[in-house]
């Protein structure tokens, strides 16, 4: 029986793909929405506050303090938002996306377990095409090596478990990506506010007072706050989804091995195997 096992796999980038389109023009959107509101904010506190600030200088908005670093400091921390707003959208595309009755039918396993034990390879085949996701794409590789045998069989759910696996890690691993970058560019706002305000003291010869240099400090390091502030919560997310898609994969390889448990006696080169694989608690 010969099958193009990645027909299947065909049909899924197309809707995931205009997802993923829509998903990054909203962040895209959002992101440049917010730049523009605390560039707007941050011109205003600029234009009005010197004055005021001088007169009352406990009194600084969130804003004011944000975008108290120069045009540096307004660059990283627009970053900072931008990476904000995209991982926010990546927590929300993987909640939405890792949930295992989409990614794991268990009407398909039982349909296709029943086709197989009747010899209906092509209806088997024919169903998991109709129902596309990782479990139907494993399964259909592995109808396509029927005919070669079960060692055959086997290699094929497990080369294609491993790359639906990294299929799913793929969007994963940008929320890594931020929850380690945020911190560097956070620090990187830190220390070159730092060097504007040792440079203030450089250039005024020492005669800049402690409560300038102070500001100075405070404000740089509100980009270093920033950066934790995003990583801290992009790098959990991406433990708890790292641990579902483990999950999900492993769920997946069972009920594929599971799906041909019917007819695996069958096949030539498992007859010396069980009939069901042990279940992990």
């Given at each position: 029986m010969t099958t193009d096992s990645n027909t299947i796999n065909e049909k899924r980038p197309k809707s995931n793909r205009a997802r993923d389109y829509m998903g990054l023009f909203h962040v895209m959107v959002m992101g440049a929405a917010l730049i523009g509101l605390s560039s707007?904010?941050?011109?205003?506190?600029t234009v009005s506050g010197e004055a005021t600030t001088a007169a009352s200088p406990g009194s600084d908005s969130i804003w004011s303090v944000i975008f108290s670093g120069g045009i540096l400091g307004i660059l990283i921390m627009s970053t900072l938002i931008a990476l904000s707003v995209l991982a926010a959208y990546l927590v929300f595309d993987q909640a939405m996306g890792l949930r295992k009755k989409d990614l794991v039918p268990?009407?398909?396993?039982?349909?296709?377990?029943?086709?197989?034990?009747?010899?209906?390879?092509?209806?088997a085949d024919q169903a998991c095409r109709e129902r596309p996701c990782p479990l139907s794409f494993v399964i259909?590789?592995?109808?396509?090596?029927?005919?070669?045998?079960?060692?055959?069989?086997?290699?094929?759910?497990?080369?294609?478990?491993a790359e639906q696996a990294a299929r799913l890690y793929r969007k994963l691993?940008?929320?890594?990506?931020?929850?380690?970058l945020?911190?560097?560019?956070?620090?990187?706002?830190?220390?070159?506010?730092?060097?504007?305000?040792?440079?203030?003291?450089?250039?005024s010869s020492g005669s800049a007072g402690a409560a300038d240099l102070a500001s100075?400090?405070?404000?740089?390091?509100?980009?270093?706050?920033?950066?934790?502030?995003?990583?801290?919560?992009?790098?959990g997310a991406f433990a708890v989804f790292r641990n579902k898609i483990d999950e999900?994969?492993?769920?997946?390889?069972?009920?594929?091995?599971?799906?041909?448990?019917?007819?695996?006696?069958?096949i030539p080169g498992a007859a010396a195997r069980p009939a069901q694989p042990p279940r992990q608690p």
């Open positions: 707007f904010v941050s011109a205003q506190t268990n009407d398909l396993v039982e349909n296709v377990r029943t086709l197989l034990a009747q010899g209906k390879l092509k209806e259909v590789s592995g109808i396509a090596e029927v005919e070669y045998g079960w060692p055959a069989v086997e290699k094929a759910l497990e080369d294609s478990a691993e940008y929320l890594s990506v931020i929850g380690n945020a911190p560097m560019i956070g620090l990187l706002g830190t220390v070159s506010g730092m060097i504007l305000a040792f440079r203030e003291v450089a250039v100075g400090i405070y404000s740089a390091l509100v980009t270093t706050v920033a950066g934790l502030i995003i990583a801290i919560p992009a790098l999900l994969v492993s769920e997946i390889a069972y009920s594929a091995q599971h799906a041909f448990g019917a007819v695996r006696r069958r």
